[in-house]
């Protein structure tokens, strides 16, 4: 890695690519300067691009084209869920596993939001996909909580369905599984205030090995530092190498310095854990202050 200005100060450190925790799972880059900006200077931030189904309607030599650069930095390439589900339910998972491949993808998500499938479909579907050399991953939640069955309110939802749900995924052999993002953020609650919501959550992901889950966060009400303050909740909770999926390329650096507690939340919490003279193990777990300057 080149050196960077900041190596010269005792920071947090993160691990290296590849890595196995601490995902950071980004929106398409868009081919324009600032894009290669981002690839040029943050590539190693990044660990995934998810493709979504809008990027598909170009020309495939054009995607394939943009497909390779994220691939030479070092960044796995993910199809959206929706390309899946549309050739499961014509029957056309083997034709999109070899236009994937063409293409230069190499990780699908199994989505199962339209078209269920039960845990012997879920084991068979990623069998098929892995001897084909995919990674793959599933998403749990629905943006409706009408829609959900995991969800007994827009914030709450039912602890043992979710586990059920993300543990037929992990059974299947996924290699992660995704939270859908308005799950995620209304059980934190639009002003971190969801207690009920917030305990539920952390009693799903207890459940699990934290590395095999990624969090999204998402929202169209969110500028593009609108999500740190879920992020900086999610790592006072899990720490600095909890999964995040659903990040606008502009925020990659953002959410780098979160991870390390520098732009983490307004107090900045790794430096009042160096003037407190590093009082807990874990700077993360600093207390935060209230955030009702968002009321």
Not at 137 to 162: C, F, N, P
Not at 175 to 182: A, I, K, Q, T, W
């Amino acid at each position: 890695m080149a050196r960077r200005f900041l190596d010269f100060l005792e920071v947090p450190d993160r691990p290296g690519k590849p890595r196995t925790k601490g995902i950071t799972m980004v929106l398409p880059v868009e081919p324009h300067p600032i894009a290669a900006n981002i690839l040029r200077g943050y590539s190693q931030y990044i660990d995934i691009v998810k493709v979504l189904d809008r990027e598909m309607w170009a020309p495939s030599a054009f995607v394939k084209r943009v497909i390779s650069t994220y691939r030479k930095s070092g960044i796995d390439v993910q199809f959206g869920g929706i390309p899946f589900e549309m050739a499961r339910l014509q029957g056309k998972e083997a034709e999109l596993a070899a236009a994937a491949r063409a293409l230069g993808v190499n990780v699908i998500e199994y989505e199962t939001h339209v078209a269920k499938a039960d845990s012997s479909q879920k084991k068979s579907g990623t069998r098929f996909l892995k001897k084909r050399g995919f990674k793959v991953v599933g998403e749990v939640g629905a943006k409706w909580a009408w829609k959900d069955e995991t969800r007994s309110s827009l914030g709450q939802i039912d602890v043992g369905k979710m586990v059920g749900a993300i543990g037929s995924f992990i059974d299947a052999g996924c290699d992660l599984v995704y939270l859908e993002g308005r799950v995620v953020v209304n059980l934190i609650g639009k002003n971190l205030d969801n207690g009920a919501g917030q305990k539920q959550l952390t009693d799903v992901v207890s459940a699990f090995d934290a590395s095999k889950l990624l969090f999204e966060v998402w929202g169209p009400e969110m500028t593009l530092r609108g999500p740190a303050k879920y992020w900086a909740w999610l790592i006072s909770r899990f720490g600095p190498d909890t999964n995040f999926g659903n990040v606008v390329p502009e925020a990659v650096a953002f959410l780098e310095s979160v991870r390390r507690g520098v732009s983490y939340e307004m107090d900045h919490p790794y430096l009042r854990w160096l003037e407190a003279g590093r009082p807990k193990k874990e700077w993360w777990t600093m207390e935060s202050p209230p955030y009702d300057l968002y009321i």
